[in-house]
C-alpha cells in the first residue's frame, strides 16, 4: 500500500519537474524570440533603413523598383553630438525633399564651401585645393552619360551647412536635383548613405 503510493508520488514529481522544465524553456525562447525582434526592429530603424527607388532619376545605377539599404548611422551621430555629418562626394544620398517632402536619392557632387559651375556640358567644381576647377570622376560602372547640350549655365556657391546633388540621369529634365528649384541640399535633410541593394537579386551587392 505504501510502496505503489510512493511509487505515484515520485511519478507526479518526476512529470511536474517536466513540465517545469519545460515551461522554464518554453518562457526562455520566448523571451530571446522577443529581445531578437526588438533588437532587428531598433537595429533597422535607426541603423540600416530600407527604401524602395520610385522613377528613373538615378538610370543607370538605379532603376525604378530597385530596393536599397541606407545607412544612416552618421545623421544619427550628427544628432547626437549636435555636428554636421558631410557625406563624402560621389557617395549617393536620401533626403528630405523640402518642396513636397518626399524621399529623393541623388549623388553628392558638390561640398560644403565650395562653387559648383555648369558649362559646356561639364561639372565644374572649386575649392581650396582646386582653385581653377576640377570635373569630378566617379569610375562607375556603367558609366554616367555627359551632360546634354542644352543644359544651362549655372555657377553657385555652397554653405557651409548644405550640399549640391545631382541625379546621375543627367537628360534634360530627368532629375530634380540641384540644377533646378529644390537647390542646394541642407545636411539636416539627410537621412542617410545607400550602402546596399537588396533587390534585384542579380544585383545585389555593395556600393
Known sequence: MIKPTLRKLS???RQISQRNEFLGA????????????VAITGFTYFILQPYQVEGGSMNPTLQSGDRILVLRLGRIT???L??????KRGE????????DDRKLIKRVIGLPGEEVEIRNKKIIIYND???????????LDPPLLELSSMEPYLKR???QGELFVVGDNRLPKQSNDSRGEIGN???????????????????????
Do not use: C, Y
Open 11 to 13: 511519478s507526479w514529481k
Open 26 to 37: 518554453l518562457i526562455h525562447i520566448i523571451i530571446i524570440m522577443i529581445v531578437a525582434l
Open 78 to 80: 550628427s544628432d547626437i
Open 82 to 87: 549636435g555636428s554636421d555629418h558631410i557625406p
Open 92 to 99: 549617393m544620398i536620401v533626403f528630405s525633399s523640402h518642396l
Open 129 to 139: 585645393d582646386f582653385p581653377q576647377g576640377f570635373e569630378p570622376q566617379f569610375n
Open 157 to 159: 556657391s555652397i554653405g
Open 185 to 207: 541640399i541642407p545636411l539636416n535633410q539627410i537621412d542617410g548613405t545607400v550602402v546596399w541593394r537588396l533587390w534585384p537579386l542579380t544585383e545585389m551587392g555593395l556600393f
